[in-house]
């Protein structure tokens, strides 16, 4: 599709285990975005990428979060050793333009709901 | 502490009344940006505001940007139960795009 793609749509992962959550934005959107979002609350900053350079990590919450896009494309949020706080639905944005000046319309893809138990 | 504070934080109205949310913040943003989330999908965008004092209309939505481009606000008229949502705002800085906690409105038939 032409839209912004995430997988998976839903995770359940033990107390402990890593997860990787998976982000397809749209071709040639030139600025990605990271953003957790709890029950009933806005969604959190997590890191910005403009192409593959990560810009901005300062939202990880802590070193078990790591967000990579080595070609400028595709993204990757990897969470290791996950804990029962990290249950909240991930959710992945592209822009056509990088941030600067104006920013663009984000497209956001439907989230990957993760579950600790 | 949120960089952007959204109030009230919940509203439910009867269909037909007119409303207004908030959106402040002590920064500054190169452009503000409102966004419209239902449950189970991502937000959609609604506006984007830029210039200092701006005011966009789209249809019965009304949105204007602070003269010093650190707040906003958001007035529906004569709401319809189809405008029930989570609305946000964002501020766009040089390397981030940061969201409000959101208004959650309900509108009742």
């Known amino acids: 599709g032409a839209g912004v793609s995430q997988s998976p749509r839903y995770k359940v992962a033990k107390r402990g285990q890593d997860v990787a959550l998976r982000c397809d934005p749209i071709?040639?959107?030139?600025?990605l975005f990271w953003y957790q979002q709890a029950l009933g609350q806005g969604p959190e900053f997590l890191t910005y990428?403009?192409?593959?350079?990560?810009?901005?990590k300062s939202g990880l919450p802590s070193d078990r979060f790591f967000a990579e896009r080595p070609e400028g494309s595709v993204s990757t949020l990897k969470i290791q050793r996950t804990q029962q706080e990290d249950s909240a639905v991930y959710l992945c944005?592209?822009?056509?333009?990088?941030?600067?000046?104006?920013?663009?319309?984000?497209?956001f893809g439907e989230g990957s709901r993760l579950t600790v138990l | 502490t949120q960089l952007l504070e959204q109030s009230p934080q919940f509203l439910s109205i009867q269909e037909g009344e007119n409303l207004t949310v908030y959106c402040n913040s002590s920064?500054?943003?190169?452009?503000l940006q409102w966004y419209r989330q239902e449950p189970g999908e991502g937000p959609v965008l609604l506006v984007t505001?830029?210039?200092?004092?701006e005011v966009k209309k789209l249809k019965r939505l009304t949105f204007q940007f602070g003269d010093a481009r650190k707040d906003s606000s958001l007035h529906i008229t004569a709401a319809q139960p189809g405008d029930t949502g989570l609305y946000l705002c964002?501020?766009?800085?040089?390397?981030?795009?940061?969201f409000g906690a959101g208004t959650r409105l309900t509108v009742k038939p």
């Open positions: 944005a592209s822009s056509l333009p990088g941030l600067g000046v104006l920013a663009g319309e984000l497209f």
């Open positions: 071709s040639g959107h030139v600025s």
């Open positions: 990428f403009q192409n593959e350079a990560q810009l901005d």
């Open positions: 920064s500054v943003f190169s452009s």
């Open positions: 505001v830029v210039t200092g004092g």
């Open positions: 964002a501020g766009a800085r040089n390397n981030d795009m940061r």
